[in-house]
C-alpha cells in the first residue's frame, strides 16, 4: 500500500535551518508530484508547495519564497523540505502528502518542527 | 488570494446528521475537498471533487457543491467521526492550494 514516512521531530534555534524528509513506498516515486503543507499549534492546514519528482519542477506559496527549497532523490524514492532562516512562528508539523488529480489522498505521519532560543 | 469560510464548531448527537459548510465566492467553480483530521493525526481525504468517496470512505461521508457554499454531510453519525474536518480547492488566480478555517464536529 502507498505510504510515506517522514523523519523525525527537530528541535532548531531561530536563524537556523531545517530539513525534514519524506520516504515513498508502495507506488511509481516518478508518477505523483509530492506536496508540502503545514500546521501550527491549533491552527489549520497550508499548503507550501510542491515538487515533481521525475523533473524535479518545484511551485512555491509566495510567503515561503526564498525560504523553502524542495528536492528529491529518485534513487532512495525520498523527497526533502529545507526550510530556512527560521523563526518563532515556523514552530509547527509539517506534512507531506502525495498529490493527485483529487487532492491529497496519501500523507506522511507528520514532522513537529520546534524553534527556540 | 482566495478565501474559504467554515463555522468554527458543529454539534451533533449520534445517530443524527451533522453538516459541515465551506463558503468561497462561486465555489462551485472549483473542485472541492474534505479532510478529517483527529486529534494528532494526519488529514485523510474523505471526499474529493464535490462528492466522490475515496475507496475505504463509509457512504456515510457526502459531498455536495453549489454557488458559494460546499458542503460535507455526515449521516449516522458515530462517536469515530469526531474530527476536525476541512474543505480544500485549487486557487488557479494564485495558482495555489488553499484551505477553509476548518470545523469541529463534536458528538455529543
Known amino acids: 500500500q502507498v505510504q510515506l514516512v517522514q523523519s523525525g521531530a527537530e528541535v532548531k534555534k531561530p536563524g537556523g535551518s531545517v530539513k525534514v524528509s519524506c520516504k515513498a513506498s508502495g507506488y511509481p516515486f516518478s508518477d505523483s508530484y509530492i506536496h508540502w503543507l503545514r500546521q501550527a499549534p491549533g491552527q489549520g492546514l497550508a499548503w507550501m508547495g510542491w515538487?515533481?519528482?521525475?523533473?524535479?519542477?518545484?511551485k512555491y506559496v509566495q510567503k515561503f519564497q526564498g525560504r523553502v527549497t524542495l528536492t528529491r532523490d529518485t534513487s532512495t524514492d525520498t523527497a526533502y523540505m529545507d526550510l530556512s532562516s527560521l523563526k518563532s512562528d515556523d514552530t509547527a508539523v509539517y506534512f507531506c502528502?502525495?498529490?493527485?488529480?483529487?487532492?491529497?489522498?496519501?500523507w506522511g505521519q507528520g514532522t513537529l518542527v520546534t524553534v527556540s532560543s | 488570494s482566495y478565501v474559504l469560510t467554515q463555522p468554527p464548531s458543529v454539534s451533533v448527537a449520534p445517530g443524527q446528521t451533522a453538516t459541515v459548510t465551506c463558503g468561497g465566492n462561486?465555489?462551485?467553480?472549483?473542485?472541492v475537498h474534505w479532510y478529517q483530521q483527529k486529534t494528532g493525526q494526519a488529514p485523510v481525504l474523505v471526499v474529493y471533487n464535490d462528492s466522490d468517496r475515496p475507496s475505504g470512505i463509509p457512504e456515510r461521508f457526502s459531498g455536495s457543491n453549489s454557488g458559494n457554499t460546499a458542503t460535507l454531510t455526515i449521516s449516522r453519525v458515530e462517536v469515530g467521526d469526531e474530527a476536525d474536518y476541512y474543505c480544500?480547492?485549487?486557487?488557479?488566480?494564485?495558482?495555489?492550494?488553499?484551505f477553509g478555517t476548518g470545523t469541529k464536529v463534536t458528538v455529543l
Open positions: 480544500q480547492v485549487w486557487d488557479t488566480s494564485s495558482d495555489q492550494y488553499v
Open positions: 502528502a502525495r498529490g493527485s488529480s483529487h487532492g491529497h489522498p496519501s
Open positions: 515538487i515533481n519528482p521525475k523533473s524535479g519542477d518545484t
Open positions: 462561486n465555489i462551485r467553480s472549483k473542485n
